[in-house]
């Protein structure tokens, strides 16, 4: 493979944190084995080595959990350390990690900047609403701790992106989490739609992202994205952003914008692969790093159908005029586990989103190929 991005969870579900609406929870209870404890310094050698025997040009290696620090910084520098090693393609290596920054220290910040780490924090945006379901282990919010984290990282020139989950509160309250956000200088965003509990009803959790408030949000965000995109102030948002790669006729950076799932290898702490973060279940479990190869992994990829199956459009899709800027979304907002594959939970969102926005998007697309030629 010419580019390879492994997801490392070497923490397992573990976290010093308690999200109410927390989906990786959600899913290792649903596991015949919910944690699988620390990874290793043994596992990470080999699954260092089998990726970068694999990668021949670029390797992504991303750390993410539960909570990734808590495998502590010692494990981290056998990572880079591994990495440096066993590079025996001489490929381009990035390191990235997403981290809640309750374990951020100078010391993690310095470690960070020298090895030039991607560090993505979630942040939910001001206290009042960061505080409403981002809670530590006691029940306590963690906003003030996890902005001081930001501002470290910030102070010591660590690149840094703010994601925010998608609650129906942060739909109500956009305005408030965008001034804030622009306020303190945060211009790399990503903002990801909440999940519901498997083989739940939708929409039920106090916290739940419903259609119609995802249509809020979507028509609200891309007001103030476009608005300050005009005046030559574009702030990245990661969905508005693919967009204009979409109108393009590029390849979406984001998996879930391409109707198709790609070839994710996301690693449990035990050396076990799935090929998603969102099916991290037993029933997809591919295998094991530690006994099997990228190829035998790949195979019985193959032999579910996990991507296949993602490619099987709804006929409503078809018919569509905006499929070419949604290709029906991410998998996971498809499959309702009971039914099968359909059609996406936030179809008439994104619907009523693009008859709004596209005027303005492709408006907007056509001045920067312009500036650009």
Known sequence: MNYLHIMIKPASGICNMCCKYCFYADET???AISSYGMMSDETLAIVIEKALEAAKKHCTIAFQGGEPTLAGLDFFKKAVEYSKRLNVNRCKINFTIQTNG???DREWCEFFATNKFLVGVSLDGPKVLHDKYRVDIQGKGTYRRVFRAIQLLQSYHVDVNILTVITGDTCQNFGKTYGFFKRNGFTYQQYIPCLDPLGEERGQKVWSLTPSCYEVYLKTAFDYWYQEAVKGNKIYNRYFDNLLLLLDRQAPESCGMSG??????VIEADGSLYPCDFYMLDEYRLGNLKTDSFEELDNRRRKIQFVDKSAIMHEDCRQCCWHPLCYGGC?????????????NYYCDAYRTFFEYAYPRLEHLYRSIVSQIR
């Open 260 to 265: 198709v799932c790609g070839c994710q290898y």
């Open 102 to 104: 309750l374990m951020i």
């Open 331 to 343: 998998r996971r907002d498809r499959d309702y586990y009971e039914e099968g594959l359909g059609k």
């Open 29 to 31: 209870s649903k596991r």
